[in-house]
């Protein structure tokens, strides 16, 4: 089965910056929106970025300015790139991916990475 592999997960002093990649592990014949969702302890998961096949990209407000999605079409692979990041910018990163697989049969999934820690402490 295809897997979305995340990384760029860790410890970041406030202030800091990060950058998250995500691709997915096997064969993926096309992907539609990609994106990243959080999850901090206790809460929902939330939208942070996402950005379309075509390039089109959508942030939350909290990340607006700072944030930046970035999309390799070929490569099926998404980078976030996070700056001035705060405490409440801590939280599971979890990768997503509309993609259309050969898992069990052809079409489009849902398909969530196992998620990435991002601490912002100093």
């Known amino acids: 089965q295809v897997h979305l592999v995340e990384s760029g997960g860790g410890l970041v002093q406030p202030g800091g910056s990060l950058r998250l990649s995500c691709a997915p592990s096997?064969?993926?014949?096309?992907?539609?929106?990609m994106g990243w969702y959080r999850q901090a302890p206790g809460k929902e998961r939330e939208l942070v970025a996402t950005?379309?096949?075509?390039?089109?990209?959508d942030y939350a407000d909290s990340v607006k300015g700072r944030s930046t999605i970035s999309r390799d079409k070929d490569k099926y692979t998404i980078t976030l790139q996070m700056n001035s990041l705060k405490s409440e910018d801590t939280a599971v990163y979890y990768c997503?991916?509309?993609?259309?697989?050969?898992?069990?049969?052809?079409?489009?999934?849902?398909?969530w990475g196992q998620g990435t820690l991002v601490t912002v402490s100093s």
């Open positions: 997503y991916a509309d993609a259309f697989t050969q898992d069990y049969e052809w079409g489009y999934r849902e398909l």
């Open positions: 096997g064969f993926v014949f096309d992907v539609r929106t």
């Open positions: 950005i379309t096949a075509g390039g089109a990209a």
